[in-house]
Every structure is written in C-alpha cells, then in structure tokens.
Nanobody
Framework: QVQLVESGGGLVQAGGSLRLSCAASGGIFSSYGMGWFRQAPGKEREFVAGISSWSGARVYYGDSVQGRFTISRDNFKRTVYLQMDSLKPEDTAVYSC????????????????WGQGTQVTVSS
C-alpha cells in the first residue's frame, strides 16, 4: 500500500511559477511509474506529466504543458516533483499525483494509488 501526499499548491499570478511535491510512504517507491494529473471544475481529469520508474529516464507531458512544466523524482526522498513555470489562468485546477505502472503512463487507469490533491490557482 502506498500513501501519497501532495504539497506546494497555492495562488500565483499568471507568468509565475510553483513547484509541487508528492511524498510517498509505503511500497517500493522507486519501482513505480509516477504521474501528475489535474482536474478543473466541470472538466475531465487531464494528464499533466509522467515519469518512469527507477532512474526516471523517460518523461512525458500533456500537450498543454509541454515546455512549461518539468517532472522529476528523488527516490532517496521518495518524492516526485512538478515544476510549473509560465503559469496561465487555464492551469488552475486541483493537481493530484499517482503511482502505478508505466506502460500507459498518460492513462489514469494505469495508476493504483492517488493522493488527495493540491489546489493551484493562477490569477490573470
């Protein structure tokens, strides 16, 4: 069983930056593919970024965040990060991290464990 806790969300002006963290407990953290998803009110859950297990050599991004967001992992700290730069009002959402396999890393069905989420609000 893996527990995930996100932090780092908040209110930021457009063009600003935030770094989200997702701390894991339980399980073998390094063996999991990790992902970030977001959901805005009235919208479906959207894939944001994913990173492969172990070394994290493979990273993937949703089209809307490509070039602005960066995902990384620190297996020693059992934490995955999402660096968000050049934020836009349309990035406003609840951001959740997830742990699972890595075959279909952009598919929410790939993941077995989810955090509660952290709110990110970008003002114009």
């Amino acid at each position: 069983q893996v527990q995930l806790v996100e932090s780092g969300g908040g209110l930021v002006q457009a063009g600003g930056s935030l770094r989200l963290s997702c701390a894991a407990s339980g399980g073998i953290f390094s063996s999991y593919g990790m992902g970030w998803f977001r959901q805005a009110p009235g919208k479906e859950r959207e894939f944001v970024a994913g990173i492969s297990s172990w070394s994290g050599a493979r990273v993937y991004y949703g089209d809307s965040v490509q070039g602005r967001f960066t995902i990384s992992r620190d297996n020693f700290k059992r934490t995955v990060y999402l660096q968000m730069d050049s934020l836009k009002p349309e990035d406003t959402a609840v951001y959740s991290c997830a742990a699972g396999g890595e075959r279909y890393i952009s598919d929410s069905a790939n993941y077995n464990y989810w955090g509660q989420g952290t709110q990110v609000t970008v003002s114009s």
